[in-house]
């Protein structure tokens, strides 16, 4: 194929305008001579010599790569460049309701896809009086003398699962959940380094989005939910209970606030191992997060205000590597674990947290 007279020309001046970029910017450059400048400054000034644009001079405040490329595109009518989106891991992992809990048709990822629920992490904790009383009778058939350990380690493990996205045609999406949540006695070798505790936590949720503001916040999303927790022990070691609970999130600027009420689903008095839970327990919680530079500080705030029982607990969340996070937490008061739910406690803990 013969190429036209204008092409060869061009064709010929590509490899001199790549090896000399000064002479390319003193003369008419083609787009692949300015494409060839390897100085990056040089190219720049190519490209707008090209689209017809002046150059700023250099003693301007900087422009951006993107602005650059923006206004030459735009000068010489071509679609403008989108401007760079900063695409570094913690930006990436920037957390939102929305997209959390699949909020808006642009976070929609379907069904059937596991994803993140509460917090999965690892850690050591120490524990000022560790709650012997309950393990005793099955100590002493064991012939174990010594008490639990201050010290075990502690995990918790989940997910959720959307399982219908816009049930019966309305913006309310079916969400299965589970968590669990192990207390190991890992430095307890005169007890075999035994399991003290496992809570299992499945859950039915239904949520729909909200668009409203309350307290100078946005209002994201309003979660009914059904919920099971218990710890699969049998006799004077079984604890469990059902709820069924409300829950409004609310966000602005890196503050997240979720708020919870509950009621729980009466059992019968002769299969009820922990009647007066609620006692402890109390009818709801608050969860305060705020997000900076990485960081997540956490604050979680539960009570009775009748019997002036709860709990509460502080944590912090801080960048590691990757999707891996230290994590540190103080906790004082009740139910921290199931078996724990009527004794009071002051524990604090370190360990590494997952943000997949």
């Known amino acids: ?59 301007s405040a900087p422009t951006s790569t993107a602005a650059s490329a923006t206004s030459t595109a735009a000068a010489a009518g071509a679609a403008p460049v989108p401007a760079a989106v900063d695409a570094s891991p913690e930006t990436m992992r920037d957390f939102s309701l929305a997209d959390h809990w699949e909020l808006d048709q642009e976070h929609k990822r379907g069904v059937f896809n596991f994803s993140p629920h509460h917090a ?25 003398t010594s008490d639990l350990a201050h010290s075990e380690l502690v995990f918790q493990l989940g997910f959720k699962m959307k399982l219908v996205e816009s049930a ?9 959940g589970y968590t669990q949540n192990s207390f190991w006695q890992a430095g307890n070798h005169e007890a075999s380094s035994p399991f003290r505790e496992t809570n299992y936590q499945p859950e039915l949720m239904a949520v729909t989005p909200l668009h409203f503001s309350v307290l100078g916040m946005n209002a994201r999303f309003l979660n009914l939910g059904l919920v099971h927790q218990s710890n699969g022990q049998t006799s004077t070691l079984s604890r469990s209970w059902n709820r069924v609970y409300a829950q409004v999130g609310l966000e602005r600027a890196g503050w997240t606030v979720l708020g919870r009420v509950w009621k729980r689903l009466n059992e019968a008095a002769a299969s009820d191992d922990n009647r007066d839970i609620v006692d402890y327990m109390g009818r709801g919680d608050v969860v305060v997060t705020y997000r900076s530079n990485g960081n997540d ?58 943000t997949f």
């Open 120 to 144: 999965n992490y690892l850690m050591l904790t120490r524990t000022a009086h560790p709650n012997n009383e309950p393990y005793r009778p099955f100590r002493r058939i064991a012939d174990l």
């Open 1 to 59: 194929m013969t190429m036209p007279a204008t092409d060869h020309r061009l064709f010929l001046l590509v490899p001199f305008l790549a090896i000399n970029p000064a002479i390319a910017q003193q003369t008419n450059p083609s787009l692949a001579g300015c494409a060839r400048v390897t100085d990056a400054a040089q190219r720049l000034a190519c490209y707008d010599q090209l689209a017809g644009v002046i150059a700023v001079p250099t003693s």
């Open 297 to 354: 500080y956490s604050a979680l705030l539960r009570r009775n205000f009748s019997t002036d029982r709860g709990a509460f607990q502080l944590s912090w969340a801080f960048p590691l590597a990757g999707h891996i996070k230290g994590y540190t937490h103080v906790f004082s008061g009740y139910g921290q674990s199931l078996i724990d739910y009527n004794y009071y406690q002051n524990t604090v803990g370190i360990g590494l947290l997952g």
């Open 168 to 176: 019966f045609d309305k913006p309310v999406d079916l969400w299965f």
